[in-house]
């Protein structure tokens, strides 16, 4: 009896993580100035997102603004939703992009350390303070009056090295909300990743050292499918913004 067909997912990923671990280390070797040398990272991670996740989400280094004028620091990685928040503007080599159509942003570093941690905590803070407009949605069969609610943003780091220590989970742990970090990896070590029980108690589940890449992508795909789709924004908020 002939043996079916069949791929191996894990054996991809696992080819996927050599890759991208050879590419990052490539950059990290040649690349000498360190603004350059972070930016070719951030476009590896961000090609890798755009490639592997659906097409309804975004991704682009950007800043981040709300209806009152208000901006965010500049994100390494945003992923983001268009359709019902339909503008963002680039100017400069700049991407601005309204914080209702943001599902997470992600920090970009070399390695997992407390200082880099507590960095991209601030970057966080920095999107999670914004306010965030909702409207009600017109479809074929009439209108969905009660805005939704937005959702929590995620929020993490991406690195080549380093591992999630017990001193770095206490860290994490004691982060206020508008700068928690729900997730890390680390390609040569591991990937983390924060969830919450039934209770709200935050558990803390982390990946085998060879497979950081396929954790991290798996559960960041499971948790933008429970997030649904983003709040409509109140696009009349921003045009108050160009009335005198």
Known sequence: MKKRNHIDIRKIF????????????LNRRIICHP???GDASELEWIGMLSTYL??????D?????DCKGN????????????HYSPFLLRQNGATYIPAESVYAIIEVKPSLTSGNIKYASKKASSVRRLERTTAKIVHAGGEIKNPKKPFDILAGILTIDGKCTAKMVKQLENFKNKGFLNFGCALNKEAFWFKKD??????????KPEEGLIFFFLNLLSTLQQMGTVSAMDIQCYTKKFKK
């Open 14 to 25: 696992l080819g996927l993580q050599d890759q991208m671990c050879a590419k990052l280390s």
């Open 198 to 207: 039934q209770k709200k108690r935050l558990i803390l589940e982390s990946s």
């Open 54 to 59: 659906p097409k309804r989400y975004q991704v």
């Open 71 to 82: 901006i965010s620091e500049q994100i390494d990685i945003v992923i983001f939703d268009r």
């Open 35 to 37: 603004t350059t040398k």
């Open 61 to 65: 280094k950007a800043f981040v603004i």
